[in-house]
C-alpha cells in the first residue's frame, strides 16, 4: 500500500459527461501529479500541483483540469468526454520540490474510466 | 527533450532463470534522476528504485540490481532467480532536477516468469 488513495477505482460513463477523480496524498506529501496510461499513448504526466499551486502542465487537453486543495487532496476534471479519453489515470505523490532532487513518487492504485 | 526506450516489449522465462530489462535514456540534462517501477497485474505502480546521474555505483536490493552506466545512456534492471511473482510490467523513467520533476517513462517490459 503506497499511500495515496484515488476514488473512485472504476467509472463508466457516456461520451459528452464530466467526471471528478480524487486523490489524496500520503502523510506529509505536497506534491500531487496526475498521469494518464493508455495502450497507445502510454504513460503520460499531465499535470503537477506543489502545495494548492499548479507547478506544471504536460499532455493535458484543455477539457481536462485539476485543482489541489487546501489539506492537499486534489481532483483531476474530465469534461465532454470521448471515447478516446478511457484509460487508467494514476495520481502519484511525492515529498519532494525542485532544487533539491526529485523524490520517488508513490502511485495510488489508479482510476480505470471507460467511456461509452 | 527527454526520452526513455525499452526495447524489450515481452519477456518471457523459465522460473529461476536470471533476467535483464533493457532501458536506454535521451536526455540533455547533465544532472538527472533514473527510476524503476514495477505494475503487476492489480495494476498499481510500485516505485522500486531511484538513482542520480552522479552515482554510477550498481545496487542490488535482494534479488534485483540494477546496472547504470552513463558512457551508454543506460539503466538496466536485472532479476536474478526469477520467480512466478516477478511477473509484471516494468517501467522504466527519467525526471528533470529542476521544474516539475515529472517522470517520462518508457514502454515498458511486460516480463512473464513460467512455472
Known amino acids: 500500500d503506497s499511500g495515496v488513495t484515488q476514488t473512485p477505482k472504476h467509472l463508466i460513463t457516456a461520451t459528452g459527461q464530466r467526471v471528478t477523480l480524487r486523490c489524496s496524498p500520503r502523510?506529509?506529501?505536497?506534491?500531487v501529479y496526475w498521469y494518464q496510461q493508455s495502450l497507445d499513448q502510454g504513460l503520460q504526466f499531465l499535470i503537477q500541483?506543489?502545495?494548492?499551486?499548479?507547478?506544471a502542465k504536460g499532455n493535458i487537453l484543455e477539457r481536462f483540469s485539476a485543482q489541489q486543495f487546501p489539506d492537499l487532496h486534489s481532483e483531476l476534471n474530465l469534461s465532454s468526454l470521448e471515447l478516446g479519453d478511457s484509460a487508467l489515470y494514476f495520481c502519484?505523490?511525492?515529498?519532494?520540490?525542485?532544487?533539491?532532487?526529485?523524490?520517488?513518487?508513490?502511485f495510488g492504485p489508479g482510476t480505470r474510466l471507460t467511456v461509452t | 527533450a527527454q526520452k526513455v526506450t525499452q526495447a524489450q516489449t515481452e519477456i518471457s522465462v523459465v522460473e529461476k532463470e536470471d533476467v535483464t530489462l533493457d532501458c536506454v535514456y535521451e536526455?540533455?540534462?547533465?544532472?538527472?534522476?533514473l527510476f524503476w517501477y514495477k505494475q503487476p497485474p492489480s495494476g498499481e505502480l510500485v516505485f522500486l528504485i531511484r538513482?542520480?546521474?552522479?552515482?554510477?555505483q550498481n545496487e542490488i536490493s535482494g534479488r534485483y540490481s540494477w546496472n547504470f552506466q552513463k558512457s551508454t545512456s543506460s539503466f538496466n534492471f536485472t532479476i536474478t532467480a526469477s520467480q512466478v511473482v516477478d511477473s509484471a510490467v516494468y517501467f522504466c523513467?527519467?525526471?528533470?532536477?529542476?521544474?516539475?520533476?515529472?517522470?517520462?517513462f518508457g514502454q515498458g517490459t511486460r516480463l512473464t516468469i513460467n512455472p
Open positions: 502519484a505523490s511525492s515529498h519532494g520540490t525542485s532544487g533539491v532532487g526529485p523524490y520517488e513518487q508513490y
Open positions: 502523510s506529509g506529501d505536497l506534491s
Open positions: 500541483y506543489y502545495n494548492g499551486e499548479e507547478r
Open positions: 536526455t540533455r540534462d547533465t544532472t538527472y534522476y
Open positions: 538513482r542520480n546521474s552522479f552515482d554510477e
Open positions: 523513467a527519467l525526471s528533470e532536477v529542476e521544474g516539475a520533476q515529472k517522470l517520462v
